[in-house]
């Protein structure tokens, strides 16, 4: 079969280019997603994702050792299911510090990419249910709306920040990114809003819009420098050739991405020799500058039945079952990790540089054992890290699992803030407004208070926040991978859209940036005009 473009993943991005670049009922175009589909009840639920971080919809893979984190390995969930992480993720909607965008484009060679650039785009996607100003728009297809069900301690846990000089923020993706806040969610009618749903249905009617579940590429077919094609085997079957009359896209994650492109032979000579890979185009910067955030968590008894902890037991499970069903209400329409915020550990950094997630629950997605009491959990993580890591693949098999090392620590920086990130948090926890509902830290435990005390703890509890980002660098030099327009250097025809993209990680979840670059490189390949150029100055009127 000969289509015009062909897009290799089905996740966050490629969700967002199967419906953009079909608008067009000319352009014929194919989605090829290696996992099945978001049918089961527990996609749709905001609390559903607590049950899938591990199996369902997931790769099952993990780390290679951490040699900075005493050798431990991590497991590393990446979603194997139609809307890719955006329906496996906590939803939650946050797009990092405009200055991120802006050090793309003066300091990354990401020319056409700084804040003013990419904004028009974070609203194009946007069905924001709150606000309709110079940072939001209403009327795209991607449902962001507040929590339905906050509970008291998230009141208490604003009170505990601003005792601590940490101001309450109503808009992460506004003015200002400081302070501790409820976060939007992607989620719409007390239902998750995935690219899959709010992007791929309303398109699927298209005849010109071709899906195909179940399906693993292979590799990327090249004639010359040109890539013509897929090679695709759907459960298993053997692998057929589909052709690209013009482009190829690779929208696969970080992790599956420069993956894709390894067994294509496109990449680092040394490395593809090494597993028998033939080398077809030599890029050494492939599978290249991973970054991700590592997550630090302390975890407190309760005085009270004031988070989620109870509906763990099964009389209380149906309760909740039952109260969303009827009233899209409770545990179950929440995302459980739907409060946080962005603060300092390093006083001289030029934007907060610490996330926190306060997870309504003793140890949700850790798997600590319960209390006597329900817990409550505040994560930290470092938001900009030092550490580079590289994706390699294991042997030239393209169902094996690849070598992930995001080499955590790799930078003594990243740990020095990470530990002061998590003091925070503890201190946080400690606060006099959270008194009536913190009993006392559990974990890492009032017994820890040394660097290296808090060092050990990291070494054996640190968590990935599924951050991942950078394995397909998008600039100039040795080590770039993709240009501005996201086509790989060297080759026509050929191109990745997704966070692998990024030259740096942004200061937050990834999610909503990857959707952003999605938006955006649509209009790169039909040929559009930047949205940026009469939006922008819009924004800087607005903004000065």
Known sequence: MTYDYIIVGGGSAGCVLANRLSENPSNKVLLLEAGGGDRHPLFSMPAGFAKMTKGRGSWGWSTVPQKHLKNRVLHFTQAKVIGGGSSLNAQIYTRGAAADYDEWASECGAEGWAYEDVLPYFKRAEKNQRYANQYHGYDGPLGVSNPISPLPICEAFFQAGQELGIPFNPDFNGAEQDGLGYYQLTQLNAKRSSTSVAYLRPAMHRSNLTVVLNALTHRVVLEGKRAVGVEVSVQGATPVLHKAAREVIISSGAIGSPKLLLQSGIGPEDHLRE?????????????????????????????????????????MAAWAGLQYWLLKKGPVASSLFETGGFWYADPAARSPDIQFHLGLGSGIEAGVAQMSNPGVTLNSAFLRPRSRGTVRLASANPTDAPLIDPNYFADPYDRDMSIKGLRLAREILAQPALKRFVLAERLPGLDRLSDEQLFEYACANAK????????????HGDDAVVSTNLKVHGLTGLRVVDASIMPRLNSSNTNAPTIMIAEKAADLILGKAPQSEEKSREYSVAHA
């Open 275 to 315: 597993v028998g890979v033939k080398v077809e185009h030599a890029l050494p910067g492939v599978g290249s500058n991973l970054q991700d955030h590592l997550d630090l968590f302390a975890i407190a008894e309760c005085t009270g039945k004031h988070t989620y902890d109870p509906y763990g037991k099964p009389h």
């Open 464 to 475: 990935t926040d599924h951050h991942p980002a950078g394995t397909c660098r998008m600039g």
